[in-house]
C-alpha cells in the first residue's frame, strides 16, 4: 500500500489497520510487506494486491493510466503480464463525499482514512471475487455515501454476503494448493 500524489490528511496506519479489521472480519488476513518480508509473507493462500491512494482522476490517470467513471470513489485495475493488480482510491472525490454535508462527518484525518480503508477493501473484494457485481448490503453495497453508514461502527456493513464470502473463501484456498 502506498500514497501517490496529493490524497488528503490520511494516516497510512488507520488506513492499513481498517483495512486488515474489515477483512480479518471476512476470515481473510491481509499482510503488509516489509523490509524482512518483501513479499508479504512466505506460504499459502496468497493473492497480491497493490493499494493506491491516490488525488485525483488526473493523478490516476498519469500513474495507472486508467480513466475513473464518472462517479467513481475507487477502483480495481487487474494486472495483465507483468502488471500487479491495483486498487485506487481517489482521495480527492472522497474528501468530498465527506463536506457535503447530509450528515456527513466532518473530513478529518481520522473518517477520510476509513472512508478510503472501507473503498480499498471493497476494490480488493473486486479482486478476489473476479467480479465487479454488487450486493445489496455489506461489503459489496454498490454506493458507499452517507446514507449508508459507512462510518458507523457496525460492523455488518463491511461482512461479505454468504455465497460471496464461500466465493473468497474457496479462491484463496486454490491459490493455496497451487502454491505448494
Ligand atoms: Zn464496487
Given at each position: 500500500m502506498a500514497t501517490r500524489g496529493n490524497p488528503g490528511p490520511v494516516s497510512l496506519v488507520l488506513i492499513k489497520t481498517e483495512l486488515a479489521r474489515i477483512w480479518?472480519?471476512?476470515?481473510?488476513?491481509?499482510?503488509?510487506?516489509t523490509a524482512a518480508e518483501p513479499h508479504g509473507c512466505h506460504g499459502s493462500?496468497?493473492?497480491?494486491?497493490?493499494a493506491l491512494i491516490m488525488g485525483s482522476p488526473d493523478e490516476l490517470r498519469?500513474?495507472?493510466?486508467?480513466?475513473?467513471?464518472?462517479?467513481?470513489?475507487?477502483?480495481?485495475v487487474y494486472g495483465r503480464?507483468?502488471?500487479?493488480?491495483?486498487?485506487?482510491v481517489l482521495g480527492d472525490r472522497a474528501q468530498r463525499l465527506?463536506?457535503?454535508?447530509?450528515g456527513s462527518p466532518?473530513?478529518?484525518?481520522?473518517?477520510?482514512?476509513?472512508l478510503i480503508a472501507r473503498l480499498a477493501a471493497h476494490e480488493i473484494a473486486h479482486v478476489l471475487l473476479g467480479s465487479c457485481a454488487h450486493a445489496r448490503?455489506?461489503?459489496?453495497?454498490?454506493?458507499?455515501?452517507?446514507?449508508?453508514?459507512w462510518l458507523a461502527a457496525d460492523d455488518a456493513c463491511y461482512k461479505l454476503?454468504?455465497?460471496?464470502?464461500?466465493?473468497?473463501?474457496?479462491?484463496?484456498?486454490?491459490?493455496?494448493?497451487?502454491a505448494r
Amino acid at each position: 500500500m502506498a500514497t501517490r500524489g496529493n490524497p488528503g490528511p490520511v494516516s497510512l496506519v488507520l488506513i492499513k489497520t481498517e483495512l486488515a479489521r474489515i477483512w480479518r472480519l471476512n476470515g481473510v488476513t491481509v499482510l503488509y510487506p516489509t523490509a524482512a518480508e518483501p513479499h508479504g509473507c512466505h506460504g499459502s493462500s496468497l493473492q497480491s494486491v497493490t493499494a493506491l491512494i491516490m488525488g485525483s482522476p488526473d493523478e490516476l490517470r498519469r500513474v495507472v493510466g486508467v480513466n475513473a467513471g464518472e462517479d467513481a470513489l475507487a477502483l480495481a485495475v487487474y494486472g495483465r503480464g507483468s502488471r500487479a493488480t491495483t486498487v485506487a482510491v481517489l482521495g480527492d472525490r472522497a474528501q468530498r463525499l465527506l463536506r457535503v454535508g447530509n450528515g456527513s462527518p466532518a473530513c478529518t484525518p481520522l473518517s477520510l482514512s476509513l472512508l478510503i480503508a472501507r473503498l480499498a477493501a471493497h476494490e480488493i473484494a473486486h479482486v478476489l471475487l473476479g467480479s465487479c457485481a454488487h450486493a445489496r448490503q455489506g461489503l459489496m453495497r454498490p454506493a458507499y455515501d452517507s446514507r449508508d453508514g459507512w462510518l458507523a461502527a457496525d460492523d455488518a456493513c463491511y461482512k461479505l454476503e454468504p455465497g460471496a464470502l464461500e466465493m473468497v473463501h474457496r479462491r484463496l484456498g486454490q491459490a493455496d494448493r497451487l502454491a505448494r
